[in-house]
């Protein structure tokens, strides 16, 4: 009965230090997974940052571009209207 109780006793040591193996295992993955997944969301973040600096680099060039072209074309426009004017009185 002895033998009995010290196989028993060593196959349940066996199989507790089996699910703590297992247990660990499962541990250092959730980690390694919850590393990644931060790791992953930290590359997303400055992804989204940099389209951000990206499309605001854009407008700004957009916007330059609008003032300047505006600012031409009101110019020619207003050496037509002083020649007119001048056409009209001088004429």
């Known amino acids: 009965m002895d033998t009995e109780l010290e196989l028993i006793t060593a196959q349940l040591r066996h ?4 699910l703590k ?3 660990d295992a499962l541990n250092r ?4 997974d919850r590393e990644m997944a931060i790791h992953r ?5 400055e992804n989204q940052r940099d389209h951000e600096s ?13 003032v300047w072209s505006g600012l031409a074309s009101g110019g020619s426009s207003l050496v037509a209207l ?3 004017l001048r056409a009209i009185l001088g004429g």
Do not use: P, Y
């Open 41 to 45: 969301i930290t590359q997303l973040e």
């Open 54 to 66: 990206r499309l605001r680099a854009l407008q700004d060039g957009v916007i330059s571009f609008k």
């Open 29 to 32: 993955q959730a980690l390694h």
């Open 15 to 18: 199989t507790l230090d089996l």
């Open 82 to 84: 002083i020649a007119l």
């Open 21 to 23: 193996a297992e247990l």
